[in-house]
Protein backbone atom coordinates (compact mmCIF):
# COMPACT_ATOMS: atom_id res chain seq x y z
CA UNK A 1 0.00 0.00 0.00
CA UNK A 2 1.47 3.28 -0.93
CA UNK A 3 1.14 5.88 2.00
CA UNK A 4 0.36 9.57 0.98
CA UNK A 5 1.99 12.03 3.42
CA UNK A 6 0.02 14.19 5.24
CA UNK A 7 -1.01 17.13 3.15
CA UNK A 8 0.87 20.63 4.57
CA UNK A 9 -0.29 24.17 2.77
CA UNK A 10 2.51 25.79 1.35
CA UNK A 11 2.95 29.53 1.83
CA UNK A 12 1.62 30.05 -2.05
CA UNK A 13 -1.21 28.27 -1.36
CA UNK A 14 -2.38 30.04 1.52
CA UNK A 15 -1.68 33.26 -0.19
CA UNK A 16 -3.69 32.15 -2.79
CA UNK A 17 -6.72 31.00 -0.45
CA UNK A 18 -6.41 34.51 1.40
CA UNK A 19 -6.71 36.24 -1.87
CA UNK A 20 -9.56 34.18 -2.91
CA UNK A 21 -11.38 34.70 0.25
CA UNK A 22 -10.82 38.28 0.02
CA UNK A 23 -12.04 38.60 -3.63
CA UNK A 24 -15.24 37.06 -2.21
CA UNK A 25 -15.27 39.61 0.53
CA UNK A 26 -15.15 42.19 -1.35
CA UNK A 27 -17.70 40.63 -4.60
CA UNK A 28 -20.57 39.85 -1.43
CA UNK A 29 -22.53 43.28 -1.53
CA UNK A 30 -22.46 44.06 2.42
CA UNK A 31 -26.00 45.19 2.47
CA UNK A 32 -29.42 43.68 0.31
CA UNK A 33 -32.75 45.73 -0.72
CA UNK A 34 -35.29 43.48 -0.79
CA UNK A 35 -38.08 44.35 -3.37
CA UNK A 36 -41.29 42.67 -3.20
CA UNK A 37 -43.37 42.51 -6.70
CA UNK A 38 -45.95 41.32 -9.12
CA UNK A 39 -45.35 39.99 -12.41
CA UNK A 40 -44.02 42.95 -15.12
CA UNK A 41 -43.18 45.19 -12.12
CA UNK A 42 -40.78 42.48 -11.51
CA UNK A 43 -38.75 42.67 -14.85
CA UNK A 44 -38.80 46.29 -15.06
CA UNK A 45 -36.87 46.03 -11.62
CA UNK A 46 -34.88 43.86 -12.50
CA UNK A 47 -33.90 45.84 -15.83
CA UNK A 48 -32.98 48.69 -13.55
CA UNK A 49 -30.31 46.28 -11.42
CA UNK A 50 -27.27 47.69 -13.64
CA UNK A 51 -28.07 51.23 -12.85
CA UNK A 52 -29.02 50.58 -9.04
CA UNK A 53 -25.42 48.55 -8.94
CA UNK A 54 -24.11 52.07 -10.27
CA UNK A 55 -25.62 53.91 -7.14
CA UNK A 56 -25.17 51.42 -4.59
CA UNK A 57 -22.01 48.93 -5.50
CA UNK A 58 -22.08 47.24 -2.08
CA UNK A 59 -25.90 46.78 -1.89
CA UNK A 60 -27.64 43.95 -3.45
CA UNK A 61 -31.29 44.61 -5.17
CA UNK A 62 -33.33 41.39 -4.17
CA UNK A 63 -36.38 40.84 -6.01
CA UNK A 64 -39.18 38.38 -4.13
CA UNK A 65 -41.77 38.45 -6.84
CA UNK A 66 -45.04 36.51 -6.38
CA UNK A 67 -48.13 36.44 -9.04
CA UNK A 68 -50.66 39.46 -8.84
CA UNK A 69 -53.13 38.22 -6.10
CA UNK A 70 -50.51 36.15 -3.98
CA UNK A 71 -48.40 39.04 -3.71
CA UNK A 72 -51.28 41.70 -2.57
CA UNK A 73 -52.82 38.97 0.05
CA UNK A 74 -49.05 38.53 1.23
CA UNK A 75 -48.64 42.18 1.42
CA UNK A 76 -51.32 42.50 3.37
CA UNK A 77 -50.63 39.68 5.68
CA UNK A 78 -47.08 41.37 6.14
CA UNK A 79 -48.35 44.57 6.87
CA UNK A 80 -50.81 43.63 9.15
CA UNK A 81 -48.36 41.33 11.44
CA UNK A 82 -45.17 43.15 10.84
CA UNK A 83 -43.52 39.87 9.35
CA UNK A 84 -41.32 38.97 6.89
CA UNK A 85 -41.53 42.95 5.71
CA UNK A 86 -39.81 43.88 2.64
CA UNK A 87 -37.79 47.07 2.46
CA UNK A 88 -40.14 48.29 -1.01
CA UNK A 89 -43.50 46.80 -1.78
CA UNK A 90 -44.76 47.28 -5.18
CA UNK A 91 -48.73 47.44 -5.12
CA UNK A 92 -51.51 47.77 -7.81
CA UNK A 93 -53.39 50.72 -7.69
CA UNK A 94 -56.86 49.46 -6.37
CA UNK A 95 -54.75 48.10 -3.39
CA UNK A 96 -53.42 51.50 -2.60
CA UNK A 97 -56.27 53.16 -1.17
CA UNK A 98 -56.72 49.69 1.07
CA UNK A 99 -53.60 50.10 2.56
CA UNK A 100 -53.84 54.27 2.20
CA UNK A 101 -56.10 53.73 5.30
CA UNK A 102 -53.69 51.98 7.81
CA UNK A 103 -50.59 52.80 9.31
CA UNK A 104 -48.68 50.18 7.85
CA UNK A 105 -46.64 52.55 5.46
CA UNK A 106 -44.71 55.33 5.43
CA UNK A 107 -45.86 58.67 5.08
CA UNK A 108 -43.63 59.58 2.33
CA UNK A 109 -45.01 63.24 2.34
CA UNK A 110 -43.02 63.73 5.95
CA UNK A 111 -39.29 64.02 6.65
CA UNK A 112 -36.76 62.52 5.25
CA UNK A 113 -38.78 61.24 2.20
CA UNK A 114 -40.42 64.78 1.83
CA UNK A 115 -42.09 63.33 -1.54
CA UNK A 116 -44.49 66.71 -1.91
CA UNK A 117 -41.89 68.48 -3.28
CA UNK A 118 -42.05 66.46 -6.37
CA UNK A 119 -45.36 66.26 -6.54
CA UNK A 120 -45.86 68.43 -9.98
CA UNK A 121 -43.30 65.53 -11.82
CA UNK A 122 -46.02 63.03 -11.12
CA UNK A 123 -49.40 62.64 -13.04
CA UNK A 124 -52.02 64.68 -10.37
CA UNK A 125 -54.60 62.11 -10.39
CA UNK A 126 -52.27 59.24 -9.86
CA UNK A 127 -49.99 61.15 -7.02
CA UNK A 128 -53.93 62.18 -5.28
CA UNK A 129 -54.40 58.58 -5.34
CA UNK A 130 -51.56 57.50 -2.77
CA UNK A 131 -53.12 61.04 -0.99
CA UNK A 132 -54.69 60.30 2.37
CA UNK A 133 -57.50 62.65 3.72
CA UNK A 134 -54.95 63.89 6.29
CA UNK A 135 -52.53 64.98 3.61
CA UNK A 136 -50.19 61.22 4.49
CA UNK A 137 -48.73 60.03 1.16
CA UNK A 138 -48.15 56.47 1.46
CA UNK A 139 -46.98 55.15 -1.94
CA UNK A 140 -45.02 56.63 -5.14
CA UNK A 141 -46.72 56.32 -8.52
CA UNK A 142 -44.60 54.20 -11.01
CA UNK A 143 -46.78 53.75 -13.99
CA UNK A 144 -50.29 54.55 -15.23
CA UNK A 145 -52.82 53.10 -17.12
CA UNK A 146 -55.17 55.51 -19.29
CA UNK A 147 -58.45 54.54 -20.43
CA UNK A 148 -58.74 53.95 -24.24
CA UNK A 149 -61.17 52.51 -26.56
CA UNK A 150 -60.02 50.11 -28.96
CA UNK A 151 -62.06 49.13 -31.94
CA UNK A 152 -61.12 46.94 -35.45
CA UNK A 153 -61.20 48.47 -38.59
CA UNK A 154 -62.29 45.80 -40.47
CA UNK A 155 -65.35 44.99 -38.16
CA UNK A 156 -66.28 48.51 -38.33
CA UNK A 157 -66.15 48.79 -42.07
CA UNK A 158 -68.01 45.91 -42.70
CA UNK A 159 -71.00 46.97 -40.58
CA UNK A 160 -70.78 50.84 -42.11
CA UNK A 161 -69.75 52.35 -38.74
CA UNK A 162 -67.50 55.06 -38.35
CA UNK A 163 -65.11 55.31 -34.77
CA UNK A 164 -67.02 58.90 -34.02
CA UNK A 165 -70.76 56.62 -33.84
CA UNK A 166 -68.63 54.52 -31.19
CA UNK A 167 -67.40 58.09 -28.90
CA UNK A 168 -70.13 60.78 -29.74
CA UNK A 169 -72.30 59.43 -26.37
CA UNK A 170 -72.79 56.18 -25.12
CA UNK A 171 -76.54 56.13 -26.88
CA UNK A 172 -74.34 56.45 -30.08
CA UNK A 173 -71.70 53.46 -28.76
CA UNK A 174 -74.88 51.47 -27.91
CA UNK A 175 -76.53 52.31 -31.51
CA UNK A 176 -73.24 51.67 -33.29
CA UNK A 177 -73.01 48.06 -31.38
CA UNK A 178 -76.42 47.50 -32.99
CA UNK A 179 -75.65 47.79 -36.21
CA UNK A 180 -72.57 45.76 -35.72
CA UNK A 181 -74.19 42.75 -34.50
CA UNK A 182 -76.68 43.03 -36.91
CA UNK A 183 -74.67 43.43 -40.10
CA UNK A 184 -71.07 41.23 -39.14
CA UNK A 185 -72.24 39.10 -36.14
CA UNK A 186 -69.47 40.23 -34.33
CA UNK A 187 -70.52 41.68 -30.61
CA UNK A 188 -69.89 45.47 -29.57
CA UNK A 189 -67.90 44.19 -26.44
CA UNK A 190 -66.47 40.99 -24.25
CA UNK A 191 -68.77 41.93 -21.02
CA UNK A 192 -70.89 44.94 -20.18
CA UNK A 193 -69.12 45.01 -17.00
CA UNK A 194 -66.21 47.43 -18.59
CA UNK A 195 -68.77 49.64 -19.86
CA UNK A 196 -70.21 49.84 -16.01
CA UNK A 197 -66.85 50.68 -15.07
CA UNK A 198 -66.01 53.69 -17.09
CA UNK A 199 -69.70 55.39 -16.67
CA UNK A 200 -70.48 54.88 -12.99
CA UNK A 201 -66.88 57.18 -12.71
CA UNK A 202 -68.69 59.28 -15.33
CA UNK A 203 -69.68 62.47 -13.36
CA UNK A 204 -67.95 62.13 -9.96
CA UNK A 205 -68.10 65.80 -7.81
CA UNK A 206 -64.63 67.02 -6.91
CA UNK A 207 -63.42 65.12 -3.77
CA UNK A 208 -65.76 62.13 -4.41
CA UNK A 209 -64.48 58.67 -4.57
CA UNK A 210 -65.84 56.05 -6.75
CA UNK A 211 -68.04 54.23 -4.30
CA UNK A 212 -67.70 57.21 -1.09
CA UNK A 213 -67.73 60.57 -0.32
CA UNK A 214 -65.20 62.59 2.14
CA UNK A 215 -67.21 61.49 5.31
CA UNK A 216 -67.19 57.54 3.96
CA UNK A 217 -71.15 57.97 2.85
CA UNK A 218 -72.38 55.69 0.50
CA UNK A 219 -72.74 57.05 -3.47
CA UNK A 220 -73.85 53.92 -4.89
CA UNK A 221 -77.36 55.20 -5.37
CA UNK A 222 -76.69 58.77 -7.18
CA UNK A 223 -77.50 59.25 -10.76
CA UNK A 224 -73.97 58.32 -12.22
CA UNK A 225 -74.57 54.58 -11.05
CA UNK A 226 -77.98 54.53 -11.80
CA UNK A 227 -77.20 55.65 -15.72
CA UNK A 228 -74.03 53.06 -15.25
CA UNK A 229 -76.73 49.90 -15.02
CA UNK A 230 -79.05 51.60 -17.53
CA UNK A 231 -76.42 51.41 -20.40
CA UNK A 232 -74.84 48.35 -18.88
CA UNK A 233 -78.78 46.97 -19.15
CA UNK A 234 -79.73 47.93 -22.61
CA UNK A 235 -76.28 46.52 -24.20
CA UNK A 236 -77.10 43.49 -22.76
CA UNK A 237 -80.93 43.65 -23.67
CA UNK A 238 -79.78 44.17 -26.98
CA UNK A 239 -77.12 41.22 -27.11
CA UNK A 240 -74.28 43.17 -27.47
CA UNK A 241 -71.58 41.52 -24.79
CA UNK A 242 -70.26 37.94 -25.29
CA UNK A 243 -70.48 37.58 -21.58
CA UNK A 244 -67.28 36.63 -21.39
CA UNK A 245 -64.63 37.08 -18.72
CA UNK A 246 -61.31 39.43 -19.43
CA UNK A 247 -58.29 37.08 -19.01
CA UNK A 248 -60.25 34.17 -20.45
CA UNK A 249 -59.71 31.76 -23.55
CA UNK A 250 -63.20 32.75 -24.78
CA UNK A 251 -62.02 36.76 -24.15
CA UNK A 252 -58.76 36.09 -26.09
CA UNK A 253 -60.69 33.99 -28.84
CA UNK A 254 -62.81 37.01 -29.17
CA UNK A 255 -59.71 39.67 -30.00
CA UNK A 256 -58.14 36.76 -32.41
CA UNK A 257 -61.28 35.75 -34.64
CA UNK A 258 -62.60 39.52 -34.88
CA UNK A 259 -66.24 38.38 -32.88
CA UNK A 260 -65.45 41.62 -30.77
CA UNK A 261 -65.71 44.46 -32.42
CA UNK A 262 -64.04 47.12 -29.39
CA UNK A 263 -62.58 46.96 -25.78
CA UNK A 264 -62.32 49.57 -23.44
CA UNK A 265 -59.22 48.94 -21.30
CA UNK A 266 -55.85 50.68 -20.23
CA UNK A 267 -53.52 51.32 -22.82
CA UNK A 268 -51.36 48.81 -21.48
CA UNK A 269 -53.93 46.55 -23.62
CA UNK A 270 -52.09 47.02 -26.85
CA UNK A 271 -48.99 45.65 -26.21
CA UNK A 272 -50.95 42.76 -24.35
CA UNK A 273 -52.96 41.94 -27.75
CA UNK A 274 -49.58 42.55 -30.01
CA UNK A 275 -47.44 40.41 -27.38
CA UNK A 276 -49.52 37.16 -26.88
CA UNK A 277 -53.07 37.36 -26.87
CA UNK A 278 -53.66 38.11 -30.75
CA UNK A 279 -50.76 39.32 -32.68
CA UNK A 280 -52.11 37.81 -35.69
CA UNK A 281 -54.50 41.06 -35.63
CA UNK A 282 -51.28 43.47 -35.94
CA UNK A 283 -52.59 46.38 -38.28
CA UNK A 284 -56.63 45.29 -38.21
CA UNK A 285 -56.91 47.79 -34.50
CA UNK A 286 -57.39 51.54 -33.83
CA UNK A 287 -57.44 53.59 -30.62
CA UNK A 288 -59.84 56.52 -29.41
CA UNK A 289 -60.88 58.59 -26.29
CA UNK A 290 -63.65 56.62 -24.67
CA UNK A 291 -67.11 57.19 -25.39
CA UNK A 292 -68.70 60.76 -24.48
CA UNK A 293 -65.50 62.30 -23.43
CA UNK A 294 -64.86 59.77 -20.52
CA UNK A 295 -61.46 59.64 -18.57
CA UNK A 296 -60.57 56.93 -16.43
CA UNK A 297 -57.56 54.83 -15.16
CA UNK A 298 -57.50 51.45 -15.67
CA UNK A 299 -54.91 50.27 -12.87
CA UNK A 300 -51.02 51.27 -12.21
CA UNK A 301 -48.55 50.72 -10.38
CA UNK A 302 -47.02 52.22 -6.72
CA UNK A 303 -43.95 51.45 -5.10
CA UNK A 304 -44.91 52.10 -0.57
CA UNK A 305 -42.35 51.65 2.20
CA UNK A 306 -43.23 49.17 4.92
CA UNK A 307 -43.41 51.37 8.60
CA UNK A 308 -41.83 48.69 10.16
CA UNK A 309 -38.97 47.27 7.78
CA UNK A 310 -35.63 47.68 8.46
CA UNK A 311 -34.93 51.24 9.12
CA UNK A 312 -31.51 50.88 8.50
CA UNK A 313 -32.82 50.53 4.98
CA UNK A 314 -35.23 53.06 4.74
CA UNK A 315 -33.02 55.65 2.88
CA UNK A 316 -31.90 52.82 0.17
CA UNK A 317 -35.58 52.55 -0.21
CA UNK A 318 -36.70 55.83 -0.97
CA UNK A 319 -33.12 55.66 -3.88
CA UNK A 320 -34.81 53.21 -5.26
CA UNK A 321 -38.15 54.50 -5.14
CA UNK A 322 -37.09 57.80 -6.69
CA UNK A 323 -35.02 55.69 -9.15
CA UNK A 324 -38.15 54.04 -10.46
CA UNK A 325 -40.85 57.04 -10.46
CA UNK A 326 -38.36 60.08 -10.95
CA UNK A 327 -35.36 58.81 -13.37
CA UNK A 328 -36.65 59.40 -16.87
CA UNK A 329 -34.23 56.93 -18.24
CA UNK A 330 -36.20 54.29 -16.12
CA UNK A 331 -39.19 55.51 -16.67
CA UNK A 332 -38.40 55.12 -20.60
CA UNK A 333 -36.86 51.79 -20.33
CA UNK A 334 -40.30 50.13 -18.65
CA UNK A 335 -42.44 52.33 -21.08
CA UNK A 336 -40.49 50.58 -23.94
CA UNK A 337 -40.34 47.34 -22.98
CA UNK A 338 -43.20 46.81 -20.80
CA UNK A 339 -45.80 49.34 -22.03
CA UNK A 340 -46.02 50.60 -19.02
CA UNK A 341 -47.36 53.99 -19.66
CA UNK A 342 -44.95 56.88 -17.19
CA UNK A 343 -46.39 58.18 -14.02
CA UNK A 344 -43.52 60.73 -14.37
CA UNK A 345 -44.94 63.97 -16.30
CA UNK A 346 -41.50 65.18 -17.63
CA UNK A 347 -41.51 61.98 -19.83
CA UNK A 348 -44.97 63.52 -21.79
CA UNK A 349 -43.11 65.76 -23.84
CA UNK A 350 -40.21 63.24 -25.77
CA UNK A 351 -40.95 62.60 -29.35
CA UNK A 352 -41.28 58.95 -28.53
CA UNK A 353 -45.23 59.88 -28.03
CA UNK A 354 -45.25 60.55 -31.41
CA UNK A 355 -44.27 57.10 -32.70
CA UNK A 356 -46.21 55.26 -34.96
CA UNK A 357 -47.41 52.09 -33.67
CA UNK A 358 -47.09 49.17 -35.92
CA UNK A 359 -50.02 46.90 -34.08
CA UNK A 360 -52.58 50.22 -34.30
CA UNK A 361 -51.45 50.24 -38.22
CA UNK A 362 -49.58 53.46 -37.82
CA UNK A 363 -51.44 55.21 -35.61
CA UNK A 364 -49.50 57.91 -33.25
CA UNK A 365 -52.21 56.49 -30.32
CA UNK A 366 -49.53 57.37 -27.54
CA UNK A 367 -50.63 61.43 -28.05
CA UNK A 368 -54.04 60.16 -27.05
CA UNK A 369 -53.41 58.60 -24.38
CA UNK A 370 -51.16 61.52 -23.30
CA UNK A 371 -54.02 63.13 -23.13
CA UNK A 372 -56.11 61.32 -21.41
CA UNK A 373 -53.33 61.05 -18.75
CA UNK A 374 -53.15 64.58 -18.10
CA UNK A 375 -57.18 64.67 -18.13
CA UNK A 376 -58.31 62.17 -15.92
CA UNK A 377 -59.28 63.42 -12.48
CA UNK A 378 -58.02 61.73 -9.24
CA UNK A 379 -60.59 59.72 -6.83
CA UNK A 380 -59.64 59.24 -3.38
CA UNK A 381 -59.75 55.35 -3.18
CA UNK A 382 -61.44 54.18 0.28
CA UNK A 383 -60.18 51.10 1.75
CA UNK A 384 -63.27 49.24 0.89
CA UNK A 385 -62.92 49.61 -2.53
CA UNK A 386 -62.36 46.57 -3.85
CA UNK A 387 -64.95 45.19 -1.34
CA UNK A 388 -67.76 47.82 -3.37
CA UNK A 389 -66.46 46.74 -6.74
CA UNK A 390 -67.94 43.11 -5.79
CA UNK A 391 -70.93 44.21 -4.13
CA UNK A 392 -71.07 45.97 -7.46
CA UNK A 393 -70.78 43.82 -9.68
CA UNK A 394 -72.80 41.11 -8.55
CA UNK A 395 -75.44 43.33 -7.92
CA UNK A 396 -75.52 44.17 -11.98
CA UNK A 397 -75.70 40.71 -12.71
CA UNK A 398 -78.90 40.68 -10.58
CA UNK A 399 -80.09 43.22 -13.12
CA UNK A 400 -79.30 41.40 -16.24
CA UNK A 401 -79.28 37.92 -15.37
CA UNK A 402 -82.35 37.81 -12.77
CA UNK A 403 -84.39 41.01 -14.08
CA UNK A 404 -83.66 42.60 -10.59
CA UNK A 405 -84.84 46.32 -10.82
CA UNK A 406 -81.82 48.71 -11.11
CA UNK A 407 -83.11 51.11 -7.96
CA UNK A 408 -83.56 47.64 -5.88
CA UNK A 409 -80.06 46.81 -6.89
CA UNK A 410 -78.60 49.99 -5.78
CA UNK A 411 -80.27 50.12 -2.73
CA UNK A 412 -79.25 46.99 -1.36
CA UNK A 413 -75.91 47.76 -2.39
CA UNK A 414 -75.34 50.65 -0.79
CA UNK A 415 -76.51 49.01 2.18
CA UNK A 416 -74.03 46.09 2.10
CA UNK A 417 -71.37 48.61 1.42
CA UNK A 418 -72.31 51.09 4.21
CA UNK A 419 -72.62 47.89 6.82
CA UNK A 420 -68.86 47.19 5.66
CA UNK A 421 -67.69 50.60 6.06
CA UNK A 422 -68.84 51.28 9.14
CA UNK A 423 -67.64 48.23 11.47
Given at each position: M???P?W????????????LAA??V?A???????V????????????A?????????D??????SR??????T??T??L?T?V?L???M?L?Q???G????G?GL???????????????????F???M?????G?????PA?IG?????Y??D????A????ED??RS???Y??A???????T??????N??S?KN?LM??G????E?????????????S?????????A??????????????WT??W?????R????T??S??W???????????ATK???R????P??A?????G?F???PR?????N??????FI??M????????????S?DS??????C??D?????P?????????????R????????M?????H??AD??M????D???DR?????T????????I????F?
Open positions: IHTPRPTRRTVLAAGLSARAPARVLTAAFPLIDKIVEAMPQWRQLHPVELKVLPYADHHAMTASAYPDVAESYVRFAQTDNLAAAPYDIARHRARYAPAYDATTRSAVVAADPGTLLRTVLAKGVTPLTWDSVEGIKIKRNGAFLIGVQAIRAAKPGGLYFDAESRVLVTPRFVRAFEVRKLRQSGLDARVAENDAEGFKGTLAEMGALVGQLNNWVAPGLWASQLEGYAVYGAYGIHSAPEKALAWDQLTLNRERQFAAFKQFPALVEYDPFFEGLPFLGGQKARLIWEAALRIKAPVHKQTFEVTAELHVLGKDIAALGDAERLARRAR
